[in-house]
């Protein structure tokens, strides 16, 4: 049975989805990224906001004591990431990191 370091080269989806094994770890990934209070959080507030900055949401972050620190922030971030919940980009205008949430991290309106 595969692990996750078999995984680690896969960027997208479609990938994932090739094999059974696949699936179902991207599931795993998946269900632990939107189930973790943390990152539900962190979703939620992408969400509300479309893009955000990467220092304008670790700074709500922390002001609302939702993590405790830049470590704590990019682990999360980086987990929400690789679980397709989240895209990272470089804003065109001053080349600052944006969030934004994609279609599989919007399960954030159905969870209570």
Same mark, same amino acid.
């Given at each position: 049975?595969? +692990? ?9 989806? *479609? *990938?994932?989805?090739?094999? %059974? ?5 991207? &599931? ?5 990224? $939107?189930?973790?209070? /943390?990152?539900?959080? /962190?979703?939620? $507030? ?13 700074? &709500? ?5 939702? %993590?405790?620190?830049? @470590?704590?922030? +990019? ?6 990431? !690789?679980?397709?919940?989240?895209? @990272? ?7 600052? %990191? $944006?969030?934004? /949430?994609?279609?599989?991290? !919007? $399960? %954030? +309106?159905?969870?209570?």
């Amino acid at each position: 049975m595969p +692990d996750e370091f078999d995984f680690k080269k896969y960027k997208s989806i *479609e *990938e994932y989805s090739k094999t %059974i094994e696949g699936t179902n770890y991207l &599931h795993s990934l998946y269900l632990r990224a $939107v189930n973790n209070p /943390i990152r539900r959080k /962190i979703l939620t $507030v992408i969400n509300n906001e479309k893009r955000i900055s990467k220092k304008d949401l670790l700074n &709500h972050l922390l002001n609302e004591k939702i %993590i405790e620190d830049i @470590s704590m922030f +990019d682990y999360n971030i980086d987990y929400l990431i !690789k679980a397709f919940c989240i895209n @990272s980009v470089k804003s065109e205008i001053d080349e600052e %990191i $944006v969030y934004e /949430i994609t279609q599989s991290g !919007k $399960v %954030i +309106d159905y969870l209570g």
